[in-house]
């Protein structure tokens, strides 16, 4: 392996990690904005930079498997596939989106951001051994259970997929827009 290689594996694994807890971080900001004005002011930032956000997160999830499929020569699996006919076209529609400044186009990016979850979901399962790869995997590619590298001891192909759909899920569907959040420039009502 090559030191480009090396140092992608392990920044793309960073950025998927980061992908993922800003996933979480999305989702715990809504359900406390209501009480954190904190919150609420960074849900408002995160719907107003929505499109560019799932831009940089399915064009950056497009170019890195790409990349290990094409230069590093990490032949992708039949479950890697169906990932990326999910992740593709998402890159695809947030292009058009940005450029049209179409805020309606999310609601394409979320079926396929679903499938494509739950297929690295179950890829995952299968690496870890939870689920046993089956023979059909192997008709077109590596088994599914053949895991190229793990960054940090767990990071997989699988997992950044994963990371990656769950970032454009909770972009695209978290809403912050009817939260009302408690006015603290008056004093609260004494009864």
Not at 95 to 107: F, K
Request: net charge negative.
């Amino acid at each position: 392996m090559d030191g480009l290689t090396a140092f992608l594996e392990t920044a793309t694994s960073v950025l998927a990690l980061v992908a993922g807890a800003g996933a979480v971080l999305i989702v715990a900001a809504r359900v406390l904005a209501p009480r954190l004005p904190i919150a609420a002011r960074l849900g408002g930032r995160v719907v107003a930079w929505r499109a560019e956000l799932t831009l940089a997160v399915a064009g950056v999830s497009t170019l890195g498997s790409l990349y290990f499929s094409e230069v590093a020569d990490y032949g992708p699996c039949r479950l890697c596939w169906f990932q990326r006919i999910a992740m593709y076209p998402i890159a695809l529609v947030a292009l058009v989106a940005l450029l049209r400044r179409d805020a309606g186009a999310r609601w394409y990016t979320v079926p396929m951001a679903v499938i494509g979850a739950a297929i690295s979901s179950y890829h995952l399962l299968v690496e870890w051994d939870v689920i046993a790869d089956s023979e059909s995997c192997a008709l077109f590619g590596p088994p599914c259970d053949v895991v190229w590298f793990k960054e940090f001891g767990f990071v997989s192909l699988a997992l950044m997929a994963l990371a990656g759909f769950a970032a454009v899920i909770a972009l695209n569907t978290v809403s912050f827009d009817r939260i009302s959040t408690p006015d603290r420039s008056e004093p609260p009502e004494v009864s």
